[in-house]
């Protein structure tokens, strides 16, 4: 690649529309309140004027005028801004009236963006010849770009437009098909709590060895099976390993048989069998160990602006890795920022995130609460619902622990250990079959949203 770049050209901006800007909110503080979510005092390549901006924004909030020069030149100066008279005359009387202040602050975020752009791509070539790893490097590059994207954020709407919003996507096809929920794969539990909604997150949590992952890989595989698209961040087990899991499962395979090479020919031929079924499935394996939750926020991020996402799932929260220069965090500081990331990937990208946590010692045989969950009160507070899978004499169960917007309760459940499923103990088990009838429930009257 032979590409340069020239950075002796002029610097992007645009002066007379930063002073217009300034003059506007000088003559007629209320346009403050139509372009604060447009334009911000950094986004002046003028400094001067950049501070003279957020002293009358600071006036604005407080209630106070920001077109008498005999008030606002001694405010403005004990805000910090360098100003006289002579000044505020300049600024005042810099446009004749405030009615194209709109197209004057577009002009400001438009010029700062590219001046932004500019620092990021310098940035990314100094470092590119350090010693990070390029992954490290593509996920900050990736996070800088989407704060430049969202940094004057949303506007306003009011409730009337939210509710057409809503009746759009329900009478839409294409809308159900980029905001679909997530389905649990088993009935009783569709029916406890519903699905789970784009934007929102659930916890499923368990102590080791319980059977997290298996119910995660259900949900998950329930998705992909109905041909939405799921991105699955393993971070403990191979790729393999769940391929393994589900073979197992679709073709009645003890496990055991498959880690220890018992499988005899009838029962090889249904593992590969089963292997070609998958080739087709929207399912996604990122296995790389210790992942932060900017990269796994970033690769999420492009899996759906490149081919479309339905539903992330994390395995599991515990082994998230921390972010470069964040290694002396307390570990529950440490949680709660990666708690945060998933609930704003979730927002951010628009689809469910389904995150798999381990519950502490004090949940070893007793029911769970929600003070079980490890490390931080931060995963209870950010999570939309939260699940535990408890193990009793009674077999296993699901308890809905929290439920933002529903219901709570528990069903009862069977774990077959021998192949990695959860099935409903009055659900018939499926049999060594090429027809998938463990998921045959799973038709268009099942799901309202197709």
């Not at 992942?291 to 929260?317: C, H, M, N, Q, T």
């Not at 408890?390 to 250990?417: C, M, N, Q, T, Y």
Request: aromatic share 6%; net charge negative; glycine share 8%.
């Amino acid at each position: 690649m032979n590409a340069k770049l020239n950075l002796d050209r002029p610097v992007p901006c645009d002066p007379q529309s930063e002073l217009a800007v300034v003059s506007s909110a000088m003559i007629q503080a209320s346009v403050l309140d139509t372009i604060g979510d447009v334009v911000r005092s950094t986004d002046f390549l003028d400094s001067h004027l950049g501070k003279v901006f957020a002293g009358l924004q600071s006036l604005h909030e407080a209630g106070k005028r920001t077109d008498d020069p005999i008030t606002t030149i001694p405010a403005l100066i004990a805000l910090g801004c360098v100003i006289d008279q002579s000044e505020f005359g300049r600024i005042y009387t810099a446009v004749p009236h405030v009615s194209q202040v709109d197209y004057y602050a577009e002009r400001v975020r438009h010029f700062a963006d590219k001046r932004r752009l500019i620092e990021l791509g310098s940035k990314i070539i100094n470092e590119g010849y350090g010693r990070d790893e390029p992954a490290a490097l593509i996920a900050a590059a990736e996070e800088s770009l989407a704060a430049i994207n969202g940094k004057a954020g949303r506007k306003g709407v009011t409730i009337g437009e939210s509710a057409k919003a809503v009746v759009k996507a329900l009478r839409s096809p294409q809308e159900r098909i980029e905001g679909r929920p997530l389905f649990w794969s088993l009935p009783k539990v569709d029916e406890l709590v519903g699905p789970l909604m784009p934007g929102e997150v659930a916890i499923i949590a368990a102590r080791p060895g319980c059977g997290k992952t298996a119910f995660g890989v259900q949900v998950a595989l329930h998705a992909a099976l109905q041909q939405r698209r799921v991105v699955f961040f393993s971070l403990e087990m191979t790729s393999e390993e769940l391929a393994s899991r589900v073979m197992c499962s679709w073709a009645n395979v003890d496990s055991k048989l498959v880690r220890r090479r018992h499988l005899d020919a009838n029962q090889l031929d249904e593992m590969e069998y089963q292997a070609e079924q998958m080739e087709s499935l929207p399912f996604v394996i990122y296995d790389s160990p210790s992942e932060p939750i900017s990269r796994i926020r970033g690769i999420a991020r492009y899996e759906k602006k490149s081919r479309g996402l339905d539903a992330v799932f994390v395995d599991y929260l515990g082994l998230v890795g921390v972010e470069k220069g964040d290694g002396r965090l307390e570990r529950h500081e440490a949680v709660r920022r990666v708690s945060a990331g998933l609930k704003a990937m979730a927002k951010e990208i628009g689809v469910p995130v389904i995150c798999l946590c381990q519950l502490n010692r004090e949940a070893d045989g007793a029911e769970p609460k929600l003070s079980n969950l490890r490390e931080s009160g931060a995963i209870e507070q950010d999570a939309d619902m939260v699940f535990f899978i408890h193990h009793s004499s009674d077999g296993a169960g699901l308890i809905a622990a929290k439920h933002r917007h529903g219901a709570v309760g528990k069903v009862r459940l069977k774990f077959e250990p021998e192949r990695t499923r959860f099935v409903e103990p009055d659900f018939p088990t499926p049999t060594a079959s090429r027809v998938r009838d463990f998921d045959q429930y799973n038709s268009q009257e099942h799901d309202p949203w197709k």
